[in-house]
């Protein structure tokens, strides 16, 4: 149980986090202090891997989950992860160009 509320109170503190760096962009002190600039565009960035990754994790599980069927030769599921595989690529070449 620790482990589940101590995963939420990360959660909570990220989301806050994220609110308060876009109420700093809407105002001037995103423009009017650089170090406060580079923290809030880090923290921007760190989100968007970070949706990134979880949806690299997801399309994976897919993948790995229909691999019985794709040996039997099943043409839907050979096409769906034809399609898996692309996104994946595509979101692995997005995560190094961020990078």
């Known amino acids: 149980m620790t482990d589940r509320s101590g995963a939420y109170d990360r959660s909570v503190k ?5 609110v308060c760096a876009k109420i ?10 650089m170090e406060k600039k580079s923290l809030i565009d880090w ?3 760190a989100d968007h891997l970070k949706k990134n ?3 690299i994790r997801e399309i994976t599980k897919e993948y790995c989950n229909s ?9 839907k599921v050979l096409e769906r992860s034809k399609i898996l595989c692309e996104e994946r690529s ?5 995560q ?3 990078k």
């Open 67 to 75: 691999e019985q069927d794709r040996r039997n030769g099943k043409n």
């Open 53 to 55: 990754n979880d949806k």
């Open 90 to 94: 595509s979101l692995y070449e997005e």
């Open 14 to 18: 990220w989301v806050i986090t994220r």
């Open 24 to 33: 700093l962009v809407e105002s001037d002190f995103y423009t009017a202090d």
């Open 96 to 98: 190094q160009e961020i």
């Open 43 to 45: 923290l921007m960035l």
